[in-house]
């Protein structure tokens, strides 16, 4: 039989062999990804501040009216450099990779600057480019607020000081 041939046989090994290497170097590289380490050939963020919707939110002054924190995250195991700053809603993350959590006051105005997409695994996240005046956040690092696809930030957080009817601001 067929079945019982040695080169069938090695054949079959081999195949399973391959199998399992790729799938534990795809394992690998999920980890790595989790872990917060940049993938070098891993998809740059791409800017989408002139497609829409989100071309209807840039330029446009919000303040907060929910909480807020500001996570500080570095580059680790150098905790003190920091890299970007992602706003959310508590309890936020707690790990390695973040240094400071620095709650932010209701009523403190937020600038979207720009929009962008990130490749993340198996999706696209959205994110604006935000600037935060007078909150005490790290100088010259990049602020994001992840958003939906609808370019929409959260209106129970966020609160427009621009009339409700979305447009281009400037």
């Known amino acids: 039989m067929i079945f019982s041939h040695p080169i069938f046989l090695r054949a079959v090994s081999a195949i399973k062999w391959m199998t399992l290497t790729a799938l534990g170097l795809i394992g690998i590289l999920i980890i790595i990804g989790l872990g917060g380490y940049q993938i070098p050939f891993w998809p740059s963020d791409t800017e989408v501040s002139f497609e829409e919707p989100f071309s209807n939110f840039i330029g ?10 500001a996570l500080t995250w570095n580059n680790f195991p150098d905790k003190e450099k920091i890299l970007v700053v992602s706003l959310t809603s508590p309890p936020g993350a707690s790990n390695r990779f973040v240094s400071h959590r620095i709650p932010l006051q209701q009523g403190q105005k937020v600038f979207i600057q720009s929009a962008w997409k990130s490749f993340s695994l198996i ?18 690092v990049p602020i994001h607020l992840k958003i939906d696809s609808d370019g929409i ?18």
Request: glycine share 10%; net charge negative.
């Open 123 to 140: 999706e696209f996240t959205y994110y604006y480019q935000v600037s935060v005046p007078n909150a005490g956040l790290p100088d010259g």
């Open 60 to 69: 446009r002054e919000f303040f907060l009216k929910g909480e807020v924190t």
């Open 153 to 170: 930030p959260d209106p129970l957080i966020y609160e427009s000081l621009q009339s409700n009817k979305p447009g281009r601001m400037g």
